[in-house]
Each structure stands twice: as structure tokens, then as C-alpha cells.
């Protein structure tokens, strides 16, 4: 199973969770992540989002999925690096 985490820090919950629904389409199991910063306008009430997936198609098919929102929204995502452990 692969998993990564990406955020955009201004788009809001609602962007995010339209995300998530999509991905839930193809078998992308995601989790939202609270944001740890004070409340701001215009920042996300949302921290990122974690995807997870088995499969080289559904890893493509979240791609163009961040894709389509990136142009959407002309913002790019950003990565968290992987946690690795000791």
C-alpha cells in the first residue's frame, strides 16, 4: 500500500472533502488531517489530506485528480515528506 499526504494551505474544507469523495470513487481511501494553526480566514481549516492506495492505476488516477484541483484552483500542492520510523 503507498501513502502520501498533501496539503494546499488556502483551500478550504469543502475543496478537500470534494477531494475525498472522488478518490472514495476509486477506491482511494483518504483521511483529513486538522490544521494546527489559529483560525485565519484566509487559511484552510484543513491540516492535508493522507491518501492511500494499492494499485499502479488508482496512484494515477489520484494524480490527475490533484491535477485537475491544482488547475482548478491554480494552486499547487504540496507534499509532506514520509514519516519513516526508527
Not at 502520501?4 to 483551500?11: A, G, K, N, S, W
Not at 469523495?21 to 490544521?35: E, K, N, R, S, W
Amino acid at each position: 500500500m503507498t501513502e502520501r499526504t498533501f496539503y494546499q494551505p488556502e483551500l478550504p474544507l469543502g475543496v478537500y472533502r470534494e477531494l475525498a469523495a472522488h478518490c472514495a470513487v476509486f477506491g482511494i481511501d483518504t483521511t483529513l488531517i486538522p490544521q494546527m494553526l489559529p483560525f485565519a480566514y484566509e487559511h484552510s481549516q484543513v491540516g492535508g489530506i493522507t491518501c492511500r492506495w494499492q494499485t499502479p492505476e488508482q496512484g494515477e488516477r489520484l494524480q490527475r485528480l490533484l491535477d485537475y484541483y491544482a488547475r482548478r484552483y491554480q494552486r499547487p500542492w504540496q507534499e509532506t515528506p514520509p514519516v519513516t520510523s526508527c
